[in-house]
């Protein structure tokens, strides 16, 4: 080892070397003059780009357009029609209602520069296509935070009061007060699922209504918690604890029916339950069950795993549900603030510029991606790894990343792996699409600091890296052989042959494909410990893919990573817990 060379990055908030490319019929009137005179101003006026604005957009976003381009609002298109209307357009701008799909990018011949959401979620926007078409893809991710915050008050309030069902019985000429006697939100613990912008509003009109307020969020900034005086707590915790509780967190394959017969089962009997996030966080059958038994005494939800639900769908009309069709962002404020927010994105990615509101990433050059690609592949997972070994409601703020390499610094750019490690740390419960646009800006947003070394080392440069290693500091780990000496969480891995393989776990080397999932076991290091588990895995058809054993020294401790094809069943994991001398396992889902 020769040189280490140390870099931290807190935003970047433009890549310098990357930009938009402008529709032709701009690019080319920067560069006409005439007699010396600069004619752009006059030239402008015939080559406006065209936007299309497909669904209803507010007024004050409409103007905005204009200002920079030519408009066309043509709205309840056919996909045939939108497919017509593309080829001449450089920006279209959609709601939730339009599906800009394969076909949308590939009729449009490379004339469609960006696509804006108007609004957050963006699943009816193919992003791959969009990126190998070399279209931008932006959305409107804060213009709705406090109209979604005050409908989940909105929500709590008129669920504690019984409001919707007193409403209904009194216009159907029944006088019952003592019914719908309510409870008090003074006094009571909200626990808060999902701490982000909607969170974090929804908490401070909590504390005003005399709540205390617990939260759960793995990338919750503790200086922000403490600003308005909210304690920040494992996700048990604030299951256990909680009267009230406010879902505000993504749909993610992780929070995918978060709220499910297990979690209910480990809630106090009747907590109330508020969702103005996705449907889909909760098991809606096991809502059901869980009202049904008084488990849950009242729910209030504005969205549901299928919109809009089935005439006859049982929590819509159980009597101790409050339910609104999807009104988070509808207000006249909320509905011009994305307007507006959306027209800027628009335009400015129109202008060149990169935005911060970009979902997927500006075409890298072939030779790049290709020399990069299994490294890249490296990197998110061993993030992903890292993450799923962290305990505790804390969140990650310190991660360090480092590389061994014998090329020169100036000689290897590690901005797409940097992207990458910020990927597989934030997206697994995040509804943010992480790319090299706007990776340092999410880390900076959730309070993530991502430190970079290079370890210069000695050997042929034909490999750009030897290896990575990915450092978690101040957090406690689920696997506490993961730790360094110091505390820190650590995992590095190196691509053989292709493909990325886990190398070293805390201290322990192993060797292991990073494919599928991976099982993570510590034990005492004695004959018949990989047949034991082995045989567990195959009682239960799990097939194993691979299999390494690294030990502190023969006798004592060892560490034995397996890969898995499927993931086990919780009885499979209980089973090889029960082995007498595993001491600590974890599964890891890649």
Excluded at 125 to 135: I, N, P, Q, S, W
Excluded at 301 to 310: G, R, S, W, Y
Excluded at 508 to 519: A, P
Aim: net charge neutral; aromatic share 4%; hydrophobic share 45%.
């Amino acid at each position: 080892m020769a040189a280490t060379t140390s870099q931290s990055h807190l935003l970047r908030p433009t890549l310098p070397s990357l930009r938009l490319r402008c529709p032709s019929s701009i690019h080319s009137v920067s560069l006409r003059r005439t007699n010396g005179t600069d004619r752009i101003s006059s030239l402008r006026a015939v080559s406006k780009p065209t936007i299309l604005v497909a669904e209803k957009l507010g007024a004050a976003g409409l103007e905005l357009l204009k200002e920079f381009g030519n408009v066309d609002c043509s709205y309840n298109m056919s996909p045939e029609e939108l497919c017509a209307k593309v080829p001449l357009c450089d920006a279209l701008i959609v709601r939730s209602g339009t599906k800009v799909n394969r076909t949308v990018f590939e009729s449009s011949a490379g004339r469609l520069r960006v696509v804006g959401r108007a609004g957050v979620g963006i699943d009816n926007v193919d992003l791959a296509a969009a990126t190998e078409h070399g279209c931008l893809v932006v959305n409107a991710p804060t213009a709705n935070t406090v109209a979604a915050a005050e409908h989940g008050i909105a929500l709590m309030a008129a669920m504690a009061r019984n409001v919707a069902q007193a409403d209904a019985a009194l216009k159907a000429g029944k006088w019952q007060r003592n019914k719908y006697v309510g409870v008090s939100l003074v006094g009571k613990t909200l626990a808060i699922l999902g701490f982000g912008k909607v969170g974090s509003e929804v908490a401070r009109r909590a504390k005003g209504l005399g709540m205390h307020v617990v939260a759960h969020d793995p990338y919750a900034s503790a200086d922000r918690a403490r600003a308005i005086a909210v304690d920040l707590v494992s996700f048990e915790e604030a299951i256990s604890m909680a009267d009230f509780i406010s879902l505000h967190m993504p749909l993610t394959p992780s929070t995918d029916k978060m709220l499910n017969d297990e979690t209910f089962a480990k809630m106090k009997k009747g907590v109330r339950i508020v969702n103005v996030a996705r449907g889909g966080v909760i098991d809606e059958e096991a809502l059901v069950r869980a009202l049904d038994s008084g488990i849950v005494a009242q729910a209030a939800l504005d969205v549901f795993t299928k919109e809009p639900p089935a005439a006859d769908d049982k929590l819509v009309l159980h009597e101790n549900v409050t339910v609104t069709p999807h009104l988070g962002a509808s207000t006249v404020e909320a509905q011009e603030g994305v307007a507006i927010e959306i027209a800027e994105a628009v335009v400015g990615a129109l202008k060149g510029e990169l935005s911060a509101t970009a979902v997927n990433a500006p075409m890298v050059s072939a030779e790049v991606l290709s020399e990069l690609a299994p490294y890249v592949e490296l990197a998110e997972k061993l993030a992903r790894l890292a993450v799923q070994l962290v305990a505790g409601g804390g969140g990650v703020k310190s991660v360090k990343v480092t590389y061994a390499s014998a090329r020169s610094p100036d000689d290897l750019d590690t901005r797409v792996i940097r992207a990458m490690i910020i990927k597989g740390l934030i997206e697994p419960i995040s509804s943010v699409f992480v790319n090299l646009v706007n990776a340092d800006f999410t880390a900076k947003q959730r309070g993530v600091r991502i430190t970079e070394e290079r370890v210069q080392i000695d050997g042929t440069s034909e490999s750009p890296i030897e290896y990575i290693q990915v450092l978690i500091a101040q957090v406690n780990s689920k696997f506490p052989s993961a730790e360094t000496e110091t505390g820190e969480i650590s995992v590095a891995g190196r691509v053989k042959d292709g493909i990325p393989h886990l190398t070293k776990v805390g201290s322990f080397q192993v060797d292991v494909s990073l494919e599928g999932s991976i099982i993570l076991c510590r034990q005492v290091d004695q004959p018949g410990m990989i047949g034991a588990v082995g045989s567990v895995l195959g009682e239960q058809n799990v097939n194993v893919s691979f299999m390494s054993v690294g030990r502190s020294a023969p006798r004592k401790h060892a560490v034995m990573a397996i890969g898995v094809d499927e993931e086990p069943s919780k009885e499979t994991l209980t089973k090889i817990g029960e082995i007498p001398a595993i001491e600590e396992f974890v599964f890891l889902k890649l």
